[in-house]
């Protein structure tokens, strides 16, 4: 199963997320033209969380057959719970490692990442403010698309 990250640091916005493209369904027959957008479920991490599922379905404001986004602002239902920081800051304090990395992890990581630091590829320059080189698209070509992050609306 393939997956992509896209990352930079000249992106439009800032926004961590987890987005989970599923397999395209079959057309649906029955004289619609239209092939259905793929579900995705999206879970938001950061700087706000939250949790949305797209789905195509038939709408009843709706002749055909059109993407119905269910959302969940974390903030909005019950609060967004402590920053990442505050967790570890706590765990330090109360002396919790289960948070924390242990030294064969870290050994292990850098076993890993040693080569990529040692003979890096080159890297694509972009547009600041834009979402990456052209070259980005081609990752994805045939399996899709890149979609815009999910950004919370502020109220």
């Known amino acids: ?80 719970g402590p920053t990442p920081y505050e967790v570890l800051l706590h765990a330090a304090m109360i002396g919790d490692a289960t948070h924390f990395t242990r030294q064969d992890g870290v050994e292990e990581a850098w076993r890993i990442m040693q080569p990529l630091l040692d003979e890096p590829s080159s890297l694509l320059a972009y547009e600041p403010g834009s979402w990456g080189p052209s070259a980005a698209d081609a990752l994805v070509a045939g399996l899709g698309r890149w979609h815009e992050p999910w950004i919370a609306v502020t109220r």
């Open 1 to 80: 199963m393939p997956f992509f990250i896209r990352t930079g640091k000249h992106l439009p916005v800032t926004q961590t997320e987890l987005r989970l493209v599923f397999r395209r369904p079959a057309r649906p027959g029955f004289g619609v033209d239209r092939l259905p957008e793929p579900n995705q479920f999206v879970l938001k991490l950061d700087p706000s969380t939250g949790i949305r599922l797209v789905i195509d379905a038939h709408r009843a404001d709706k002749t055909e057959i059109a993407p119905i986004e269910l959302d969940m602002e974390f903030a909005e239902e019950g609060g967004e």
